[in-house]
């Protein structure tokens, strides 16, 4: 029986659970057990470098730059390290290594989905200052609250 105040560490621990050495299986194990929306990054302690993901209706998008690969929920937050990113498909699962992302469906075939040219205005969105996006919106509703 698990026991949390959140539904990520339900998650976590139900991933954590079925996981033997293969996180495709204990991704599928596990996303095959949670209903509902949700995405997920997932790291593994024995997998160095590597982070994994997986969603359900709530979005991912995913992007490679110069210096790395990154993963959002929205594109403004990574526009200003990419000239293209792609939502991941549902059900499906990202492999994002340093160099390279790999997606693949739950089968283990790969999946190469389309990239899109990101758009100027997106990669310039402003911040507000703050070097991150959530600084931004977190303060902007505190300014309107007041």
């Known amino acids: 029986m698990l026991s949390s105040k959140t539904d ?3 998650a976590a621990a139900i991933i954590n659970l079925f996981y033997n050495g293969n996180p495709y299986k204990a991704i599928k194990n596990a996303i095959s057990q949670i209903k509902g929306t949700f995405a997920f990054a997932i790291i593994f302690d024995d997998i160095k470098d590597t982070i994994f993901a997986v969603r359900n209706v ?3 998008v995913l992007c490679k730059g110069d210096d790395g690969t990154y993963l959002s929920s929205d594109i403004l937050a990574i ?3 990419c000239s293209e990113y792609f939502i991941l498909p549902e059900m499906t699962v990202a ?3 340093k160099d390279k992302i ?3 469906d739950f089968n283990g075939n ?3 989905p389309e990239a899109v040219k990101l758009d100027f205005a997106l990669a310039s969105a402003d911040k507000g200052g703050y070097p991150f996006l ?4 977190n303060n ?4 309107n609250i007041l």
């Open 58 to 60: 709530s979005p991912i």
């Open 8 to 10: 990520s560490e339900v």
């Open 102 to 104: 790999t997606v693949t």
């Open 134 to 137: 959530y600084g931004k919106g």
């Open 79 to 81: 526009g200003e390290y």
């Open 95 to 97: 492999k994002l290594e």
């Open 140 to 143: 902007a509703t505190a300014k």
């Open 110 to 112: 790969e999946i190469l």
